[in-house]
């Protein structure tokens, strides 16, 4: 007979306790060939069932009259980092196919909790981490086969919004709302453990109940994680690590394999302490070719020991491609007359397509050596996303988004708080190179307007998150989720005018 939490009548077959371990495995998708890595928890559940069983809540729809929620926490290290693209759960052996059925008005929020399968509260707020993400609001339809030797994840919980998750530090909440319960799924039983697991749910009552009952494990769980791969760069040559050329030599790429400039990627020597800007200019076909841009970098460096490796991003700057592509350098500012170098790879025995001349007279001017320190990468974030957004059918109502130089995600909400007066909020993402971001967002308040502003007066007070989709550099969704009462849902958007330099292809 199968122990835990069991509500239903036992499957007609024992549980085995075989171990596995979770399979990872790299599989080709439509989206950049990301990678994959398909986790089951319990461990010991990968090709075997679980040994428990429960109808709750999923299966136990006679009792969801007035809406229902549903918590579990799975422990982090059972899953590793990454980003959290899809969970599923499967019916217990012996059950029937679930046919199509409708949780309608779902709300499922994923967040990092410090609470583990050992200490979950009963009240459902304590759970909740302090990065809780709206990842999916509206119905949700589903279905449920049956297999050998288990039964598959079919039941998958729609997510929008990939979460980010770090399990070396924090277990995983998952927190569902249903408010209107399908007739078809009830008296189903689904495969359950008692195993790094745990769960609670409430019925009978409106679905943001405040408190639960628990259960003595959860549901077997297979957690999809999603990375995208590392993008193979255009033109890659060593760096050499010490010594290099003075920056009137310029140097250019060949055979130019792509149509944009994005983020070109060097390495330099000061030659002594102090605040250093650097401007470097691309142009088609020479040094006086067409003027593809101009991008500068300022560091501070410590001293003639202090290497500086920096990235320049064109922002994907139009390029003919198989086109010679030419680089020169012109130093902005630096301490004094202190010289700085950049790093050749002259310990590389050559780089493909790359050349450095001996100054930067046109058109090319004369080979000095076949390669140059350099990485020239591709961004494959859309273009063209700086600028005023709208909410759709929100007259009054938007975004203010910015893509730095060093790839940062700004946004700025203008909107209102209950009583109608105006609340911005700001948040920014790092690292954003993709078509989704989620940031922390705050609201700032304090101080007053005109001469007696303080700025010893300013709160900032967190707020919650955001989470942006760009379908294209026009269109987009937006989740929030607010920790200060003022709930969560999904805004569509449209640009209403361009502020980037890239404009929208």
């Not at 919004?161 to 998952?174: A, K, Q, R, T």
Request: hydrophobic content about 35%.
């Amino acid at each position: 007979m199968k122990r835990g939490f069991t509500t239903q009548a036992d499957s007609p077959r024992n549980r085995g306790l075989i171990p596995a371990i979770a399979l990872a495995a790299c599989l080709a998708t439509g989206q950049l060939h990301a990678a994959i890595a398909l986790i089951v928890v319990p461990d010991e559940a990968f090709d075997s069932p679980g040994n428990s069983s429960t109808s709750e809540p999923f299966g136990a729809t006679s009792q969801c009259t007035d809406g229902m929620r549903f918590q579990q926490i799975i422990d982090g290290d059972t899953i590793g980092g990454g980003n959290i693209s899809g969970l599923g759960f499967r019916l217990d052996d012996g059950q029937p196919a679930l046919g199509s059925v409708t949780y309608g008005d779902t709300t499922i929020k994923l967040s990092s909790t410090t609470r583990n399968p050992g200490n979950m509260s009963k009240t459902f707020a304590d759970n909740i981490g302090s990065d809780e993400t709206l990842v999916f609001q509206g119905d949700f339809t589903v279905s449920a086969g049956t297999g050998s030797p288990t039964n598959p994840f079919d039941f998958q919980l729609p997510i929008d919004v990939p979460f980010e998750f770090d399990g070396s530090s924090h277990n995983l909440l998952i927190d569902v709302t249903v408010e209107n319960c399908p007739a078809g799924a009830d008296g189903y039983v689904f495969d359950a453990d008692t195993r790094d697991v745990k769960s609670e749910y409430a019925f009978d009552k409106d679905a943001g109940t405040a408190a639960g009952t628990t259960s003595a494990g959860g549901l077997v769980t297979e957690v999809v994680l999603t990375s995208p791969p590392p993008i193979p760069p255009l033109y890659s040559c060593p760096f050499n690590g010490t010594g290099g050329d003075f920056l009137d030599r310029g140097f250019y790429v060949q055979d130019f394999p792509g149509e944009r400039l994005d983020r070109v990627t060097l390495q330099y020597y000061p030659h002594a302490a102090g605040l250093y800007t650097l401007e470097l200019t691309a142009r088609e076909g020479g040094y006086d070719g067409r003027l593809i841009g101009r991008r500068t970098v300022t560091f501070d460096a410590s001293g003639s020991s202090d290497v500086q490796r920096q990235t320049y991003d064109f922002g994907g700057a139009t390029v003919t491609e198989g086109a010679v592509v030419a680089f020169s350098h012109e130093i902005i500012r630096r301490p004094g007359s202190a010289g700085i170098s950049y790093d050749t790879a002259s310990n590389s025995g050559g780089c493909p397509d790359i050349v450095q001349t001996h100054g930067t007279s046109p058109p090319l001017d004369s080979v000095r050596r076949d390669s140059v320190g350099l990485q020239i990468t591709h961004v494959s974030r859309p273009r063209g996303l700086g600028g005023n957004w709208s909410v759709f059918g929100h007259s009054g109502e938007g975004f203010m988004v910015d893509v730095t130089a060093s790839n940062q995600l700004v946004a700025i909400w203008f909107t209102y708080d209950d009583a109608g007066n105006q609340m911005w909020l700001t948040g920014v993402a790092e690292d954003f190179d993709g078509n989704q971001a989620t940031m922390s967002v705050n609201e700032v308040t304090g101080p007053v307007f005109g001469p007696d502003f303080d700025p010893g007066d300013v709160v900032i007070d967190d707020w919650g998150t955001l989470s942006f989709t760009f379908d294209n550099c026009e269109e987009g969704t937006v989740h929030y989720n607010s920790t200060t009462g003022f709930g969560s849902g999904v805004y569509e958007i449209v640009k209403v005018y361009n502020t980037e330099q890239q404009m929208c292809p």
